[in-house]
Each structure stands twice: as C-alpha cells, then as structure tokens.
C-alpha cells in the first residue's frame, strides 16, 4: 500500500495569493492520483470558498490575531513581542498536532513560511513527516536566521517554487533535508490563447489597435507598482495612444499594506497618468485580462520567487517584460517568450515594451514560443506526480 495517503495542508492565507492558486491546482489533482487531502485554514476567505468548491475538506486552525497579522515586513522589534508570537505559535502548533492524530494524516505539507514553522513543529510533537512548500525567499535578519536554522530541522524536504528560492534556501541547509526546485503548474485548459478584441476590452471602450500594456500583481509593496507608473510614463512619452491596466487587490491581512492601494491611485495622478491608466482592482477573469493584453509587464522591486501571472501569460500566448530577478529566468526566456530586463531600470523597460508594441509579428512569436513553453512545463498532472514522488521520499 501507498504510505501517503492523508495530507494535512496548511495555509495561512486567507484570500488568493499565488501561492494559494497554485496549491489550489496541486489540491484538484490529488485525489485523482490517490491522495486524500485536508487543508488547515486560518480563518474563513476566498481561499477556504475555492477549496469547498473542489470538495477538499478543510478545518479552522484558531490562530491568535497576533500571529494571523505577523509579516515579514512588520515583525516585533521587541524581545516582548517575539516572545509573545513565539507562545502563540507553540499553542497553534500544539492544536495542529493533535488535529494531526485525529485525521490520522501521514504528512504534512505547509505551504507560506507562518505555516512551516506551525507545521514543522507540529509534525515534531505527531511525530509526522512534514514537506515544506517553499514559495517566497526567506527573510532577512535574525529572523531569517532563525528560519533557515528551523529549515535545517524541522522539514524532512523542501520543494521550492523555483531553482533560485531552492538555492536561496540549500546554500546554508547542506546539512539538512533535501531541497528540490519544482515550478508552479497552470490551468493550461483555463489560460489558453483567445482574441486581443474581447470581454475587457469592450468594458473599458478600447479599440482592438489601440496598445494595451498591463501589470497583474496584488498590491502589495515590492510588486514595483510604483515602478509601473514611471514605465507607463516614459512608454507614454513615445506610444501617447498606449493605455495601460493595474489589476489586483489588497489582497493581504498582513501589516505594512493598509493605503498603499489608494496611495498608488494619487500616485498615477500627481504622474499625469489618470487618463492612460485603468486601475482594475481584483479580478477572476485573469485569462481575459491576457487576453486583452498586447504586453504584460513584471517589474518587482524584490528578486519574484516564481510569478504566476509570468507563466499564466505565456499560456495565453501574451509577450512577457519582466524583471531578471529571483525564479524569473526560470520562466521567461529573453528574446524568445519576451524580454528580460535588469531589475528597477525604467528606461530599459520602456525601450523593450516601445519595442514589443511597435512590432505585432514579433509579439505574436514571442506568444506561441510562451504557450508551446508553458505546455512543456506548467502542466498540473505532471507538477501533482512529482509531488506525490517527492512524498514518497520522505
Ligand atoms: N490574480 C487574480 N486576480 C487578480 C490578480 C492576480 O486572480 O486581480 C492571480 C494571478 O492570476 C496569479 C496570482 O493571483 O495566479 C498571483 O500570483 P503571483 O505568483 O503572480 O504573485 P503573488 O501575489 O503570489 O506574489
Ligand atoms: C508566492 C510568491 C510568488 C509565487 C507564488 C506561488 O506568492 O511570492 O512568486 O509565484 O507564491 O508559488
């Protein structure tokens, strides 16, 4: 008999990042292959909505606010306050433990950085084998430190959302559990290619020829929508009929994220930009938004650890300009799926979408070279088989 047969997930996001998208799909096609799995939510949300929709069965880990709204961009300062998350985690970890016993899991798999240390020190005290989904770099500082040592210890492997997260985090965990680089899948059947002349084009009054450039990210800080707008400006100055999309929501609890969205509306208008560019907020149509687009643009001012709407892009058969930073390169190939460009340079970005939106026969080469390559590496039976080897390795 198969060893693994019941996995206790856990997540702490609420809402639909992308890491949330991506376990979603790994979710949808375990049972298929034999898996039962359970995932351990924080709290009711969109995330904990998509999974009742697939039938996958979830329980409500009481996690104390504190630790709910804990970020990497505001953890305590404090010897206080980090003793006092320190408590809050042990007793949610000692909750998951048991919930570990009672659903008899035989792994578990922790996907967001508050979940692997839940998870890992719940997997400890159950006696449990747990698999870290490694999807963001680890963060900076004592806590870094403090995460890298637990990396070392507490997970049996790590599968890491891309090459360059996965050497982020084996550099200083040679001791430790294997780490293996696994990338993202996507729904190839959902982000397929479709007419530039659609659904968001007719919402917003634009004309099939009139150049459309987007940006898909939630807001949050180091997505580099600050960047955007100055891109958008300097595309402005060249292409003056280009428009431009911001679409994404403030999707996280988390500190450090209150105002920025209505920070970056005032932003687009002090650069005169309020009648070039369409803040969209948080869309589900994400395939008909590419669609739309003649340019998606990824332009973060951190090293991106994967970047879904990259690999969502490419399927729908959309030119890429992103950023060469963290898993990027690992998606996008410059020249032939679109352009790489050194990170944070806003003159290079403008020249390379100048560029892309003067030539429509090089867009639609870069296109079909990004859905032919998505349909060799995003596919989700294959991401859900080597999943399920890598547990059978544990
Ligand atoms: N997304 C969405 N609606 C939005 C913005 C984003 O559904 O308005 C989805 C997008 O299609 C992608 C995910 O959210 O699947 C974002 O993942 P990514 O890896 O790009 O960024 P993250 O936010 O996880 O860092
Ligand atoms: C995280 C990362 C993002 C990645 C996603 C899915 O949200 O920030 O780069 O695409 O997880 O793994």
Redesign the pocket.
Known sequence: MDPVRRVLFVNPGREL???EH?LLLLLGALPGLGVEPTVAVFGDGAFQSALAWLDVPTVVLDVPERLRRASRYALPSRLVGAGLLATTAISSALRLATLTKQLKADLLHSNGLKAHVLAGLAGRIARRPVVWHL??FPPGGLVGRLFRAAARRLPSLVIA?SAAVAGAIRSEANSGPPVIALL?PVDLDRFRPGPVAGPVRAELGLAADTPLVGMIAHITPWKGHEDFLAIACAVGDAVPEARFLVVGGPIYETEGHAGYAESLRRCAVELGLAERVFFLGGRDDIPEVLAALDVLVHCPTAP?????VLAEAMAVGRPVIAAACGGIPEIVRDGETGYLVAPRDIGAFAAAIVRLLGRPELRAQFGAAGRRRAEALFDVRAHATRVLDAYRCV
């Open positions: 990042g992308g890491a991506s999807r963001d959302n993202n991106e650890p994967f970047g879904r």
